[in-house]
């Protein structure tokens, strides 16, 4: 392999000198940031965040602050779901279409206040995206990003490491909601959320020079619990069925291929940016949907740098869009985007850079 060379393009994080101490050996990149991916022993890191206590890196997730009087009526029409009932300290999972459907992005939205809100946004850059939008329609907003990096801790004991460092109160916060607090003097919203289905929380570090310090105060606070540091990289996500957009989408995946139809609310206002196009989508039914693979084979072969086709008597049919080895499963899973003529217990062919291998579709999620 090879080394990336340092460039003003790509930004670090404020934890990165935290992520080298704790021993970095891969990482890949995520809005024009490092994302850490593997600390060395990706199988232990794997069972720390399914049985125990992981934290992150993903300062990647920016943040697109809108503010002004006019920032509610930006974020609906940048949301295809209905924001209307959405109160100050609540977040929502938020699929961002364009004007034909297709998934640009799926943030967590944070409403901070009637006038500010955040998108924490997945990897395409939703602030050029919003600023468009916002002169287009002539808008009084204010769009920008802040100083603002998040740290995630995850797995089934990130309850209690958190309660320890900020009180019993995050025992009660709902899924999404989020609170603006401190620790050690450090500004920070904390949320609970996570790219996991292990529970846990996001800490929106809101003070870049403070990264080592924080990162030294969840550690501190983790070890009586064998925290360790991990990253969304691990086949977790594939597990438990969470859809990467970019990664599992292409240029014209609409939210109802990939089980994403339920966050969209087709009787939001007319101005809302592709609700149109997802209306005739409903209306026609979508053309492909995406289902799990079952490889078959004993060795680990992770997807490359790009999908794989899947083929039926002799037909392209759809892509593996990812793919990775389960150390529950004990075999390699990975997503179909392919037609809505096939469907789970279906077999098909899946054309791999060393060969043909065969795959079962199923149901997501896997477990």
Same mark, same amino acid.
């Given at each position: 392999?090879?080394?990336?060379?340092?460039?003003?393009?790509?930004?670090?994080?404020?934890?990165?000198?935290?992520?080298?101490?704790?021993?970095?050996?891969?990482?890949?990149?995520?809005?024009?940031?490092?994302?850490?991916?593997?600390?060395?022993?990706?199988?232990?890191?794997?069972?720390?965040?399914?049985?125990?206590?992981?934290?992150?890196?993903?300062?990647?997730?920016?943040?697109?602050?809108?503010?002004?009087?006019?920032?509610?009526?930006?974020?609906?029409?940048?949301?295809?779901?209905?924001?209307?009932?959405?109160?100050?300290?609540?977040?929502?999972?938020?699929?961002?279409?364009?004007?034909?459907?297709?998934?640009?992005?799926?943030?967590?939205?944070?409403?901070?206040?009637?006038?500010?809100?955040?998108?924490?946004?997945?990897?395409?850059?939703?602030?050029?995206?919003?600023?468009?939008?916002?002169?287009?329609? *002539?808008?009084? =907003?204010?769009?920008?990003? +802040? !100083?603002?990096?998040?740290?995630?801790?995850?797995?089934? &004991?990130? @309850? $209690?490491?958190?309660?320890?460092?900020?009180?019993?109160?995050?025992?009660?916060?709902?899924?999404?909601?989020?609170?603006?607090?401190?620790?050690?003097?450090?500004?920070?919203?904390?949320?609970?959320?996570?790219?996991?289905?292990?529970?846990?929380?996001?800490?929106?570090?809101?003070?870049?020079?403070?990264?080592?310090?924080?990162?030294?105060?969840?550690?501190?606070?983790?070890?009586?619990?064998?925290?360790?540091?991990?990253?969304?990289?691990?086949?977790?996500?594939?597990?438990?069925?969470?859809?990467?957009?970019?990664?599992?989408?292409?240029?014209?995946?609409?939210?109802?291929?990939?089980?994403? *139809?339920?966050? =969209?609310?087709?009787?939001? +206002? !007319?101005?809302?940016?592709?609700?149109?196009?997802?209306? &005739?989508? @409903? $209306?026609?039914?979508?053309?492909?949907?995406?289902?799990?693979?079952?490889?078959?084979?004993?060795?680990?072969?992770?997807?490359?740098?790009?999908?794989?086709?899947?083929?039926?008597?002799?037909?392209?049919?759809?892509?593996?869009?990812?793919?990775?080895?389960?150390?529950?499963?004990?075999?390699?899973?990975?997503?179909?985007?392919?037609?809505?003529?096939?469907?789970?217990?279906?077999?098909?062919?899946?054309?791999?850079?060393?060969?043909?291998?065969?795959?079962?579709?199923?149901?997501?999620?896997?477990?």
């Amino acid at each position: 392999m090879f080394t990336i060379a340092p460039t003003a393009r790509l930004r670090p994080t404020p934890f990165m000198a935290s992520v080298q101490s704790e021993g970095i050996t891969h990482a890949t990149f995520y809005n024009s940031m490092v994302l850490p991916a593997f600390y060395g022993n990706p199988e232990e890191e794997y069972w720390r965040l399914i049985n125990g206590v992981s934290m992150w890196d993903v300062s990647c997730e920016r943040q697109v602050e809108v503010t002004g009087k006019d920032a509610a009526k930006l974020a609906q029409i940048l949301s295809p779901r209905d924001l209307s009932k959405c109160k100050p300290g609540q977040g929502k999972y938020v699929p961002l279409c364009n004007h034909i459907g297709t998934v640009i992005n799926d943030p967590i939205l944070l409403k901070h206040e009637e006038d500010r809100f955040w998108f924490s946004i997945a990897d395409s850059d939703i602030w050029f995206w919003a600023r468009a939008i916002a002169s287009e329609r *002539g808008l009084d =907003v204010e769009i920008t990003e +802040p !100083d603002v990096s998040p740290l995630a801790v995850q797995g089934p &004991k990130a @309850v $209690e490491v958190v309660a320890d460092m900020f009180g019993d109160w995050v025992r009660d916060l709902k899924y999404f909601w989020f609170k603006e607090t401190e620790i050690n003097g450090i500004p920070v919203a904390l949320q609970r959320s996570g790219w996991s289905k292990q529970g846990g929380y996001e800490i929106y570090l809101q003070d870049g020079s403070r990264g080592a310090d924080l990162w030294n105060i969840v550690k501190e606070a983790g070890e009586p619990y064998d925290i360790g540091p991990g990253s969304p990289c691990t086949p977790e996500r594939t597990e438990s069925g969470l859809v990467s957009v970019g990664g599992d989408t292409d240029a014209f995946t609409n939210p109802y291929e990939v089980r994403l *139809g339920q966050y =969209v609310d087709l009787d939001v +206002p !007319d101005d809302t940016v592709g609700i149109r196009a997802l209306r &005739k989508i @409903v $209306e026609e039914g979508p053309k492909r949907h995406q289902l799990g693979l079952k490889l078959e084979g004993e060795d680990p072969a992770p997807l490359g740098f790009a999908w794989e086709p899947l083929v039926k008597d002799g037909q392209k049919v759809g892509d593996m869009t990812n793919c990775t080895w389960s150390f529950r499963m004990k075999q390699n899973i990975g997503y179909a985007l392919i037609s809505v003529d096939l469907q789970p217990g279906d077999s098909v062919e899946v054309h791999r850079p060393g060969g043909i291998v065969m795959a079962e579709l199923v149901e997501l999620p896997f477990l």
